[in-house]
Every structure is written in C-alpha cells, then in structure tokens.
C-alpha cells in the first residue's frame, strides 16, 4: 500500500496568509496526485490534479508542485472562504488519502 | 451535467451487511469512468473503498476492506452498489459515490449518506 502523510494536521492562519500544506508519499507516484478541499457537512472538491494542474474554476491562488515522494499545495493571500480542511490523494496505485489538513482561523 | 446519489437504509446493525446505492444521472454509467465508493467516519479523515471499472468486470479494492467489501454495477439501471459485510461500529460513516477516469483524480461526487452500524 501506499501511504500519504499531510502536514501540518491543523493550520491556524489569518486572512491574507500565505499558506503552504505538506504531503509526503511512501514510495514513488511521479504526478499521480490529486489536492481536495472540504468543507464541514460537504463533499470533496478537487482543486489541483497531477500535481500541479489546477482544476477548471479553482481560484489562481491555489498552486501545487513536486513529484515523487514530496508535494505542496500552496493558498497565497488565504480567502475567509478558504478556511476548510485540505486532502492530498495519490492515484498512482489504487487511490490512498493523507489524513487532512484543517486551515482555522487565528 | 451528470449527478451522483446515493441511497442507504440509514442503520445496520452489528455483525450485518451494509448495502448503498449510488444512482447516477444520465445514460452514462457505462463511459470510461471508474466508479468508487469514499467513506468518512464522524469527525475523521476519507478512506477510498474501492472502485469499479465501466465495464463492471475489473474492480480494486483498499487492501484493509477488501475481504468485505464488495462493488457491483447495473448498466441497465445506471446504478453501482456497495456492500460490506460483518459491519461493527467502526463502519459508522458517512458513505459518498465518486467517478475518475484513469489515472485521473475524483471530479464528481454525491452529496453523502449517513450510515451508522448500531442495535
């Protein structure tokens, strides 16, 4: 299996931040990575695939880079809407989750 | 633009069979999407399932469930299930329905539905 590590696990920022979140694969997924945001009682939303290709109507300030083993997504200037807890998930070899990342207010 | 619902009986009990349904909403299930089943426990991160191919023969399921899990398809009803077996507790979740082609990210997902395993 493959395992994927997000960090922090809870993000305290201020509106206007520029915020960077961590994930980390176990092994090799070259691209194979995708970044979700959820809000509390919602489903998943993908903002980011292969790592770095921003999903259709995602806002320009959220930005992914890496490959491999190492990957960030990255909120320049944080929106009070973008206060939401944040998923990686590689889909390389069957499909795994890192266990989120909660960005709350400071 | 196609939807995702899904459908459940809301309680299991213990050491029974879950089963959800996931409906979708135009003549397309048979496209070139994998279809999965994502679950989240109150207050916890999300766990992948497993997933079916469009073709209803080929499916993956997360090593950790695969021995209770099962996914099916129905082409004719544009319909794909899930159902896990011997359920304790540690089922209790919220269950969604999600598509991807391959290899590609989930782009489409149901609203969720509540399931709780309890007598």
């Known amino acids: 299996d493959i395992q994927m590590t997000q960090s922090p696990s809870i993000l305290a920022a201020s509106v206007g931040d520029r915020v960077t979140i961590t994930c980390r694969a176990s092994?090799?997924?070259?691209?194979?990575l995708a970044w979700y945001q959820q809000k509390p009682g919602k489903a998943p939303e993908l903002l980011i695939y292969?790592?770095?290709i921003l999903q259709s109507g995602v806002p320009s300030r959220f930005s992914g880079s890496g490959s491999g083993t190492e990957f960030t997504l990255t909120i320049t200037s944080l929106q009070l809407e973008d206060f939401a807890t944040y998923y990686c998930?590689?889909?390389?070899?069957?499909?795994?989750f890192g266990q989120g990342t909660k960005v709350e207010i400071k | 633009q196609m939807q995702l619902q899904e459908s459940g009986p809301g309680l299991v009990k213990p050491s029974g069979t879950l089963a959800v349904t996931c409906a979708v909403s135009?003549?397309?299930?048979?496209?070139?999407?994998?279809w999965s089943w994502v679950r989240q426990a109150p207050g916890k991160g999300l766990e992948w399932i497993g997933e079916?191919?469009?073709?209803?023969?080929?499916?993956n399921y997360n090593p950790s469930l695969k021995s209770r899990a099962s996914i099916s398809l129905d082409k004719s009803d544009n319909k794909f299930s899930l159902r896990l077996t011997s359920v304790t507790a540690a089922d209790t979740a919220v269950y969604y329905c999600?598509?991807?082609?391959?290899?590609?990210?989930?782009?489409?997902w149901g609203q969720g539905t509540l399931l709780s395993v309890s007598s």
């Open positions: 999600t598509r991807a082609k391959f290899p590609a990210p989930f782009d489409l």
């Open positions: 135009s003549d397309v299930v048979s496209d070139r999407y994998w």
């Open positions: 079916i191919q469009y073709s209803g023969v080929r499916t």
């Open positions: 092994q090799s997924i070259s691209s194979w």
């Open positions: 292969k790592a770095s």
């Open positions: 998930q590689q889909y390389d070899n069957n499909r795994t």
